[in-house]
């Protein structure tokens, strides 16, 4: 048992997911200490002297057996880590964490995208990084405020080692935050760097006011495009049905409380997408997008909603141009083409 007899947590990211995590696992776990490690030593200080995270999670009291650090080296005694710093900043974090990492200890990944440089799933970037730790991923449906404010989530907490994710899962369970354990890591982090591009192009759509029979198709067409990918890189079709596929899916293509679907709708609006960036904060989908779109590429997976996202972000179509371009390509059947 990895967590058996456990003393401390680490949480890296001072974010508002990594703080409402950190609320969350001191919750789960009154008698264990959490460490929250941010980058920034005035934001740690203010931490330490408030008790909240007013700069990302306002209003929300740190619990007491939480301790906010920006000094990597208090987290060396931690059993448990959670990364929760964004996706294209996770390998500079474990390459400092891997000077003061306990050995063994397990890595929660919770942060959601693909590396850009490298095309490289999360999960591989860890184990590139610190081979000898097991990487985990914990994905679905969850806003960190929901979560901070006690509102009932459930999500998937995924390892290859069944036992390991089932541990994980109890280890983070409160009677309003819901694990599902799986193996199939790779499906659970797809599902999670996928639904944000597609929900950039829900945004745009919302945006652009074209009706909500036009959101409901882009949302079942984009879930058709995840699912092909999704099972071309070797995930298994049950997990991107579930709480991290699906389920991510429908919150984030939904909700104005999703960073990457209010950044569509500035863009659906006309912003520009630095405006629409400053008005939103960290938007995965920009990140991921091209990326995803190349790895789609490779596989001959077709992705026509994620790919017409990539040109707008480029600036290589206009949106005018990317619904007339979806809308009017060749008729086809529904399912049954398998890219
Ligand atoms: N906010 C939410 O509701 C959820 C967020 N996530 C994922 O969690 C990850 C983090 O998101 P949030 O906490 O929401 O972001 P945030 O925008 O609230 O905070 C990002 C944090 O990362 C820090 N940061 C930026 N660059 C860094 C670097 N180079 N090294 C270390 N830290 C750096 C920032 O200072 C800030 O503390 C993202 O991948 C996001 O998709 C997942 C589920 C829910
Ligand atoms: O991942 C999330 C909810 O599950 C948060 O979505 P945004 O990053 O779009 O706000």
Redesign the pocket.
């Known amino acids: 048992m990895v967590t058996e007899g456990i003393r401390q947590i680490a949480v890296?990211?001072?974010?508002?997911?990594?703080?409402?995590l950190a609320n969350l696992a001191a919750r789960a776990q009154p008698s264990v200490q959490v460490a929250l490690w941010?980058?920034?030593a005035s934001?740690v200080e203010e931490m330490s002297a408030t008790g909240v995270n007013a700069?990302?999670?306002p209003g929300v009291p740190l619990l007491s057996n939480i301790r906010p650090t920006a000094d990597l080296a208090d987290t060396s005694n931690a059993d448990v880590i959670l990364a929760?710093?964004?996706?294209?900043?996770l390998r500079?974090?474990l390459e400092a964490l891997a000077a003061h990492i306990k050995p063994g200890a397990p890595i929660i990944i919770?942060?959601?995208?693909i590396e850009h440089s490298s095309g490289l799933f999360l999960s591989e970037v860890a184990a590139s990084i610190l081979p000898d730790h097991p990487p985990a991923v914990l994905?679905?449906p969850?806003?960190?405020?929901?979560?901070a404010s006690g509102l009932p989530t459930a999500v998937t907490l995924a390892a290859l080692d069944g036992e390991l994710a089932a541990e994980l899962a109890s280890l983070l369970s409160t009677p309003w935050f819901r694990l599902y354990s799986s193996t199939d890591l790779r499906g659970a982090e797809i599902g999670?760097a996928a639904k944000?591009v597609l929900a950039i192009a829900n945004g745009v759509a919302a945006g652009r006011g074209l009706g909500a029979s036009a959101g409901a198709a882009l949302l079942a067409r984009g879930f058709a495009e995840l699912s092909r990918f999704g099972i071309a890189l070797g995930a298994e079709p049950k997990t991107l049905m579930g709480l991290s596929g699906l389920g991510d899916l429908v919150l984030t293509c939904t909700s104005p409380?999703s960073?990457n679907f209010s950044l569509g709708v500035s863009l659906g609006r006309g912003m520009t997408l630095e405006e629409a960036t400053q008005r939103s904060?960290?938007t995965?989908g920009v990140h991921t997008c091209g990326v995803l779109v190349d790895l789609a590429n490779a596989k001959r997976v077709d992705m026509p909603i994620a790919s017409a996202v990539d040109a707008v972000l480029a600036e290589q179509i206009t949106i005018d141009e990317a619904i007339a371009a979806l809308m009017t390509r060749p008729s086809k059947a529904e399912f049954g083409e398998i890219r």
Not at 110 to 113: D, F, T
Not at 142 to 147: G, K, L, R, T, Y
């Open positions: 890296l990211g001072g974010g508002a997911w990594g703080t409402a941010a980058r920034n934001h700069r990302y999670l929760v710093v964004p996706a294209q900043t500079s974090t919770c942060a959601k995208g994905s679905g969850s806003f960190a405020s929901d979560v999670g944000n409380m960073r904060g960290l995965e």
